[in-house]
């Protein structure tokens, strides 16, 4: 395939894929190579393909994987006989292969080490394909639209790869020219691939011409405008308008979906929340799965904003849900409105998030403040660069953002603060979204944005009439955690050394003073003072370590111990003497910071005057340098408030992990419902809550405790699924209670039998990390012998990368905890063994749990069990996403049935027919 014919590559190139026995180059051996070879053009001239005997056996998964087998490779020649004819088809060619480092060193094992320019398609993706999170050579040629035919083949895999080369460098060729050269001086000398592939393989203009092209971010952000609300009272309706549209026989909903069926309860519950926001009443509202909630009250809520012009806020406990409410549910709700009526005004709708999911222009531009920027990083910044150049929103769910990349990297280029904020006077994605959802009929948030909202009184969100809240039963959760705060030693350490992320801000302003000052005197007298400052930052890093080292001997000899952490509360009762020397520690380290700060204030606009050729660099040294003075009042503050107890409606505690030896300090309400009431339900006319789990078997009673809303409706809507005739409960008689000592031990055997029956296709959700990895390490080989691959939370990915693993080879067994519990969908019918190895009980020693159970007679029956039973419903609903999903349910923790309170657990369950397990299976 030869692309554009103004391009050059200035030498042939060879794309080369191998496959082998393994992935470990000392252990694994070469089973096949595949290459194509092609002009400086990239026409194809050659190839070479052949089969390698390796001299070893070849696994069942790779001949499942590849199709090679050990018959076929009996014969082949081994690779030392053929490689000088590979060497000879190599010769001086540029290398072009996915994740190519994997190749090289195969080859280099065979003794074949290679001097050649090489290309990856891995890392040329990587900036080239800002939006896409899986690399893999399949998932970039699926967005390619490359058809992947003969996969795992090495002459095929090589084509295909080859095919991403040049679709890559067409697309390159069509960025601007300020684009291009934005790239080329961003990735670093260092970094010898990507600068070669940039600066030499793709570049086509004289590189001096673009050295001299200055780059601004601005420049290449598309112009886009805000279309405005309207005012409303045009749209008119029968009073009938749900039943017409939601009836068995509904001709609109048969058009707009494609696998339309009727339930009665989505009916419903649509009819309750449109009387509910006509009445100005609020509810509770549980909807099983299938329902269809989101329907059920988006339609209602564009009604009555059309109507009336009156904007309606829906708040998710998740982004995901957000995206998919806005991506997906949203434009069905405004086509189902123009089947009703064609002349009818588009219904405007947004999504506003916090101000971390949205790119800061003069943050982005910060960056290049630091000439040395490591080779990882420059590579983000010149991906951050392909994408700015084609975003209207600048959110940061349009990235492919690994974990690792999301916490060190992003944070660094998102809004921060509102000091000298660029948006006042220039482009900011930020000031932008919240114009939309100013002019929005209907507005999307989260619940953590909510709760901004709320402790910023409202200065976040626009104005609303009603307010929907989903998920809501993580309402009190995550009111907890957002009402508080949460302070990291690690944090707390890198204020005392100066740094704001990444920057050593006092390394930064000793370069720039070198950099400007000519007159040896004003140099003298500069480094001076900052060799004083490197003095007392060297004495800050003594205090701040000695105070960490007195706050963990404080939270070992009095906390509660739990897995790997140690945690202790805080509170007026806490007169132990080491608490007066971790005031008085802390009180000196305030002080001399507190000094420190007001010294650099002072050096800056001392040499501000004196600075002329790198203005812009100093004043964007001073920009971090205020975020790092916002983070340390921020921290300063808290710290302050932890040790003073200064609320006696908060409470207090502290966390240390023992495994990275790390201290963070927590503060929440007590009460959270009091603050919901008044600050959050009593601002709008009508509040619904909903959730497939929002009723813990109490007539919701728990759910108005905790939350506050004072319900004019309270109702459940049961699943419309068959889970009578389609789950099957196995009900533990002779299993061992969590607290025994052989517990672990029969849990792991009871899981190894039953996920060999049912050939993987099982997910096991647990309560506890350590109880997940020691079945992890207990059954990961064990079942690699019969192929089941096991993926366990955090040793095997996040959970998005695990679901879509499972779904693409669901001979698998998930282990889960905590964030498989809910929102986690397995929608294909893989899954068809959920295992439950314990009820899930808060741990009862944590200090917030702890605080809040005293606030009741019975805290067990009134507040532990209600909140178990709710992520039970949760985790029990991984199984049926859908009324053609079967399957089994294994519960195994015996309290479910020797004590008194599992008969509420399985009375809250939507159905299925219960079997007790006899002894022997046990056996």
Known sequence: MPINKNYNFGNNLVSLDLETTGLSPGKDKIIEIGAVKTDSTGKEIEEFNSLVNPGILISDFIENLTGISNDDVSKSLQFVDIADEFHSFLGDSIIIGHNIEFDLKFLSEEGLKLNNKFIDTWRFSQIMLPDLLDLSLGSICNYLDINQQNAHRALSDAKFTLEVFLLLSEKYETFDNKLQTAICNIISEKDNELFFLFNSVLSQTDSNVKNNIFFSPMEIIPKHSIKEKTKGNYFNYENDILQKIFSSDSEILNKVLSNFSYRKQQLDMSEVIADCIENQFSAALEAGTGVGKSLAYLLPAAIFALKTGKRVLVSTNTINLQDQLYLKDLPLVKSILSELDPDIEDINFSILKGRDNYLCIKNYGNQFVDEDVDQDYSRFLAKMAVWISKTETGEKSELGLSNYVNNNYWRRISPKNKINCYGFDGPCFLRESREKAESSHIVIVNHALLMTDLKSVNSVIPDYDVLIIDEAHNLEDVASQHLGWKLDERDLKDIARINYGKYDLIEMFGNLIKREFKNTVDLDQAENKLKRTISMIEELNIK????????????????????????????????????????????????????????????????????????????????????????????????????????????????????????????????????????????????????????????????????????????????????????????????????????????????????????????????????????????????????????????????????????????????????????????????????????????????????????????????????????????????????????????????????????????????????????????
Do not use: C
């Open 544 to 923: 701040s370590r000695n105070l960490f080292k007195s706050f963990n001997q404080i939270v070992i000899t009095r906390g509660n111990k739990n897995s790997g952490h140690n945690s202790l509360r805080i509170d007026i009762d806490s007169n132990f003497p080491e608490l007066k020397l971790v005031r008085d520690e802390w009180n000196e380290l305030k002080l001399k910071l507190d000094k420190l700060k007001s010294d650099l204030i002072r050096y800056y606009k001392d040499s501000k005057e004196k600075i002329i050729g790198s203005k812009i660099q100093f004043q964007n040294w001073y920009d971090l340098f205020q975020q790092w003075i916002e983070n340390w009042e921020e921290a300063k503050n808290n710290l302050d408030e932890f040790l003073l107890l200064s609320n006696n409606e908060m409470v207090y505690w502290i966390e240390h992990n023992e495994q990275f030896n790390n201290h963070v300090f927590f503060s929440a309400p007590i009460n959270v419902s009091k603050i919901l009431n008044e600050n959050l339900f009593q601002n709008a006319k009508s509040v619904i809550l909903t959730s497939a789990t929002l009723n813990s078997n109490d007539e919701f009673n728990h759910l108005i405790q905790t939350t506050g809303l004072n319900a004019d409706h309270a109702k459940s809507f049961g699943s419309p699924f068959d889970y009578d005739n389609s789950v099957e409960i196995l009900l533990p008689t002779m299993f061992p209670e969590p607290n025994a000592d052989n517990y672990q031990e029969e849990l792991d055997k009871i899981i190894f039998e039953n996920v060999l029956t049912a050939n993987g296709r099982s997910m096991v959700l647990f309560t506890s990390y350590k109880s997940l990895r020691n079945t992890q390490r207990s059954l990961k080989k064990k079942l690699d012998e019969y192929n089941i691959n096991v993926l366990a939370q955090g040793v095997d990915g996040n959970p998005y990368q695990i679901i879509k693993r499972f779904k693409k080879n669901p001979k698998s067994l998930i282990l889960g905890t905590s964030s498989f519990w809910e929102g986690v969908d397995i929608d294909n019918g893989s899954l068809d063994l959920l295992i439950i190895t314990k009820l899930p009980f808060d741990v009862p020693t944590h200090p917030l749990f702890e605080a809040r159970s005293a606030k009741y007679d019975n805290s067990f029956m009134e507040y532990a069990l209600p909140r178990a039973i709710l992520k039970f419903k949760q985790g029990f609903g991984r199984l049926i996403r859908n009324e053609k999903d079967t399957g089994k349910v294994l519960l195994l923790d015996s309290r479910i049935t020797s004590k008194r309170y599992g008969k509420i657990f399985l009375e809250a369950l939507p159905g299925g027919k219960k079997t007790f397990m006899e002894p022997d299976f046990f056996r």
